[in-house]
């Protein structure tokens, strides 16, 4: 079992930059891939980044891609999101994940990343 904390998330205008961190507990936080995913209003969930367990390999959604990035700090049990030039569409409630491959166990509360343009 692994349990998942984000934070960071806030109200910022377009151009603005936000950092994302999802601290985890429990089973040993190397042990999983992790990713970021999101879910606007109206909207499905969407994947915006994953990372593999050694934080050797990331990938991006097209969205995202350029102006996001994922990493982590398997020393502090931590998983980041740095977000830069924010845009309006990329307001949601952000949700981090761990899992084995593509496959995603356990979830976050989730944090409101908001942009106001």
């Known amino acids: 079992q692994v349990q998942l904390v984000e934070s960071g998330g806030g109200l910022v205008q377009t151009g603005a930059s936000l950092r994302l961190s999802c601290a985890a507990s429990?089973?040993?936080?190397?042990?999983?891939?992790m990713g970021w995913f999101r879910q606007a209003p109206g909207k499905e969930r969407e994947f915006v980044a994953r990372?593999?367990?050694?934080?050797?390999?990331?990938r991006y959604s097209d969205s995202v891609q350029g102006r996001f990035t994922i990493s982590r700090d398997n020393a502090k049990n931590t998983l980041y999101l740095q977000m830069n030039n924010l845009k309006p569409e990329d307001t949601a409630v952000y949700y981090c994940?761990?899992?084995?491959?593509?496959?995603?166990?356990?979830w976050g509360q989730g944090t409101q990343v908001t942009v106001s343009s």
């Open positions: 990372i593999t367990k050694s934080g050797g390999s990331t």
């Open positions: 429990g089973r040993t936080f190397s042990a999983y891939n």
């Open positions: 994940a761990a899992g084995v491959a593509v496959s995603y166990m356990y």
